[in-house]
């Protein structure tokens, strides 16, 4: 750093990086995007122009290399993160990547071997963010003793990810082939299930064991050259699963259930319930033993957690420890997410770490 300046980098501008890290960079004191490269020199040239970014190199080891970029955003789809974070360790420089944090568990691995290796540099995870205003209320209950024995859980996603209208999960033949729908791209990363295992580690901890069966209803779709090709990444999974906390869960996640849309996600105890459902995801409802309907938690207003990806990230370079996402959590939801693959390909059960 430079007169206390931290310079930051863009690998790949895409929508999230866009949308929150370029803002979010920009509003934290002493931060500076000097430079990005993207896909190719005429994207990374617009992106340039629009948020006013100084340099644009050819190709991300250029960016790398620079002597004067102290910290990396890594905004490119997964099959690029293992490469990208090696990298950028080795010419000493921070590190906030996209999730999911890789292909699969053994990139995930060597990530978090390598960061061991810089221990002065800052490797993070974008968090998952769907229930942060509703989490550290959530584990208050669970703490508190609210639900007694936890029991079980049940979660269900519909998803219309990559749709003009995400209400809209009958299933879709005709939609474009999107990086999700390829294992290539995206590894053993499945719709939002990633994003909503990592929410429920903050809860009750990894998974201890996993089965898991999954489909692909939708098997080609036209590609951005106006080919078809076929989709190797599943659009409805189910999975039930056991905690450490002794919990036992049943997931799905789905883009073919028609008319069921957005998530909920229920917690079931000795002495109560807690239920969640959204978007958006901004209440917690809880009912005891003998009550006969929900009524809304209270969250406090030191409770409700936003959005502060950025100002986490810049904080953590300048001393503060990391909170949301540590590469550790990622390899843990990497397993996971290996280990529903796994046990749909065997019809085995898969037991955690792997």
Known sequence: MENGIIRVGLIGAGANTRLRHIPGLREQEGVEIVAVANRSRASGEAIASEYEIPTVYDNWMELMEADDIDAVCIGTWPNMHRTLVLSALENDKHVLTEARMAMDAQ??????DASRQFPHL?????????TLQVDRTIQDLIADGYLGQLLALKLRVSDGHGRADRSDTFMNTEGPLH???DRLLSGYNIM??????????????????VMAMTRVFTNQRMNENGVLQGVTVPDHVSVICEFAAGVQADLSWSTVTGLQTGAELWIFGSDGTVKVQGPPFDKVSVGKNGDKEFKDHPI???KRGKWQVEEDFINSIRGAPVTLTPFDVGVQYMEFTEAVTRSSQTGQMVYLPL
């Open 122 to 130: 800052v490797t993070q995870i974008v968090p998952a963010p769907t």
């Open 107 to 112: 990139e995930a691995h060597e990530m978090l």
């Open 179 to 181: 990086w999700r729908h």
């Open 192 to 209: 939002g299930m990633g994003i909503w295992y990592e929410t429920l580690m903050r809860y009750f901890g990894p998974a201890t064991k």
């Open 300 to 302: 406090a207003d030191d």
